[in-house]
């Protein structure tokens, strides 16, 4: 039985048993996506099923300038680094966020962002950084810098590992995730780094999966969290706005928008998911 119940204010315990379990791994996420109860939802529902209990403490930069509709639920229900700057965590989830075209210095709040991963590295034992901010970690860290793609990476993707890592655990052959976006990074890049590992790419997508060698950051470049409807969701505002947008990849059957959607990642994505959990 797995139960969501909050556990005091700003922080929500996960319990896959019912009862309380002597081991709860504790999980800050930076949800930096506008949807934040959209991707609430897809980041406990990537970790149904895992077998230990998981306490999520979610966070907001505050110097970000939010929509004042969002903003009470950010005040209300999320911490801020100044909050929780005097606790610790087993993990760290940053999210993804439709910034990938602005310079990285230009985001308002990249200064916030960069304290954050710096306050990680001594208070956070492995951090998951997802799309943009897997291009974002790994430029701050690395000075690796994103590259501009003529059409938009947007569908699903397959995928295979380039060699063995604890990440890709159980996903013999090939596997698929989601990509949406308007940038991508050279594998080359990645591969110069000696404190790097490139576990999968694609000729497409560019890497997927990276890992720094001591295994305390993980960077994927895909959305492993996806829930079915996410990029059908995109497709049709970005339609119903006018704007420019091809049918994402490899997802509706027959690659016909009225058709159902294949999902064919989502298992993959638990199984990346689960994997990282078990190294912390």
């Known amino acids: 039985m797995t139960e969501l119940k909050q556990k005091y204010a700003k922080q929500y315990i996960l319990n896959q048993s019912g009862t309380e379990a002597e081991q709860t791994l504790n999980l800050l996420v930076l949800n930096i996506m506008p949807n934040k109860l959209e991707t609430e939802g897809q980041i406990l529902n990537l970790s149904a099923g895992y077998s230990k209990n998981l306490s999520f403490t979610f966070l907001y930069p505050r110097t970000h300038h939010f929509k004042s509709d969002v903003l009470e639920h950010l005040r209300k229900m999320y911490a801020t680094l100044d909050e929780i700057a005097d606790e610790y965590f087993d993990g760290?989830?940053?999210?993804?966020?439709p910034v990938e075209t602005i310079d990285?210095?230009?985001?308002d709040y990249w200064n916030e962002f960069t304290d954050i991963i710096d306050w990680a590295k001594t208070h956070?034992?492995?951090?998951?950084?997802?799309?943009?901010?897997?291009?974002?970690?790994?430029?701050?860290?690395?000075?690796?810098q994103k590259q501009d793609v003529k059409e938009k990476i947007f569908g699903i993707f397959k995928?295979?590992?380039?060699?063995?890592?604890?990440?890709?655990d159980g996903l013999t052959g090939t596997f698929y995730l989601p990509h949406s976006r308007h940038t991508t990074l050279n594998s080359a890049d990645i591969?110069?780094?000696?404190?790097l590992k490139l576990i999968s790419e694609n000729i497409k997508t560019g890497p997927q999966i990276i890992v720094s060698k001591d295994h305390r950051n993980t960077f994927i470049t895909g959305h492993p969290e996806y829930s079915t409807n996410t990029l059908a969701n995109e497709y049709f505002r970005d339609q119903k706005q006018g704007l420019s947008i091809e049918l994402p990849e490899n997802y509706f059957y027959a690659n016909d928008p009225s058709q159902r959607i294949i999902n064919q990642w989502?298992?993959?994505?638990?199984?990346?998911?689960?994997?990282?959990?078990?190294?912390?």
């Open 92 to 97: 760290l989830i940053i999210t993804g966020a």
């Open 124 to 144: 956070v034992k492995q951090t998951l950084y997802i799309c943009w901010a897997a291009q974002a970690g790994l430029y701050y860290e690395y000075g690796i």
């Open 159 to 168: 995928h295979h590992a380039l060699e063995k890592d604890p990440i890709v």
């Open 104 to 107: 990285f210095e230009q985001v």
């Open 191 to 195: 591969v110069a780094q000696p404190e």
């Open 266 to 280: 989502h298992e993959a994505g638990m199984k990346i998911f689960g994997n990282w959990l078990n190294q912390l």
